[in-house]
């Protein structure tokens, strides 16, 4: 299984990135999928989830509201749109999915991908 994420790089404060992540080697219909981020000298935290059929996002209260995720079964892949960016979401962020739900703790994830670089300069 891999899960590829992408579309990382150098924002000014107050801008806009689109992260994706492309899976292969799992039935991604039938899979949760999640971003989550880890910022330089932190532990990482949970960005934002959603569930196999679309029935069920949740966000960190921290992104609530600036950043989007979403799916597409056909493509195999998730996005998150983030807007109105600020020097707090620089980070690594990396994608993740589960087979039954992203545990906002990040616990028992079946796979992580490898993480894209955000940076956010003030």
């Known amino acids: 299984v891999q899960l590829q994420a992408s579309g990382g790089g150098l924002v000014q404060a107050g801008g806009s990135l689109r992260l994706s992540c492309a899976a292969s080697?799992?039935?991604?219909?039938?899979?949760?999928m999640g971003w989550f981020r880890q910022a330089p000298g932190k532990e990482r935290e949970f960005v934002a989830a959603?569930?196999?059929?679309?029935?069920?996002?949740y966000y960190a209260d921290s992104v609530k509201g600036r950043f989007t995720i979403s799916r597409d079964n056909a493509k195999n892949a998730v996005y998150l749109q983030m807007d109105s960016l600020e020097p707090e979401d620089t980070a690594v962020y990396y994608c993740?999915?589960?087979?039954?739900?992203?545990?906002?703790?990040?616990?028992?994830?079946?796979?992580w991908g490898k993480g894209t670089l955000v940076t956010v300069s003030s």
């Open positions: 993740a999915a589960d087979r039954y739900r992203i545990s906002p703790h990040g616990s028992d994830i079946d796979y």
């Open positions: 959603t569930s196999w059929n679309w029935d069920n996002t």
């Open positions: 080697e799992l039935t991604f219909n039938n899979y949760a």
